[in-house]
C-alpha cells in the first residue's frame, strides 16, 4: 500500500462535488477514496451531501414563493452559475 498521507477531510470536503461528477483526475480519486475507507464520519458527510443535493435538484423547478426578496432569488442563480 502507498505510505503517502491521507488526504485530510478539509480537502475531502473540497473536493466533493468533483468527486460526486466523476471530474478527479484518477491519482485524486484514489486518494479520496482512500481516505473515506479510513474515515466513517467523510462517509456520512458524503451520504448527507448526496441527499442535499438530490433534494436540491428535485425542488429546483418549484415556483419562488412571492415574498422572497428579489435579491435572494438574484443571489441563488448567480451562485448557481459557478457551479
Not at 470536503?13 to 484518477?26: K, R, T
Not at 438530490?54 to 425542488?59: D, E, F, H, P, W
Amino acid at each position: 500500500m502507498d505510505a503517502r498521507p491521507h488526504i485530510t477531510c478539509q480537502q475531502l470536503v473540497d473536493f466533493i462535488m468533483s468527486y460526486l461528477e466523476h471530474e478527479l483526475p484518477q491519482d485524486q480519486r484514489a486518494e479520496f477514496d482512500r481516505h473515506m475507507a479510513a474515515c466513517p464520519s467523510c462517509v456520512d458527510y458524503l451520504k448527507t451531501y448526496e441527499k442535499t443535493v438530490l433534494l436540491a435538484r428535485s425542488c429546483a423547478d418549484d415556483p419562488v414563493p412571492e415574498d422572497v426578496p428579489e435579491s435572494l432569488v438574484q443571489a441563488i442563480l448567480e451562485a448557481r452559475k459557478k457551479m
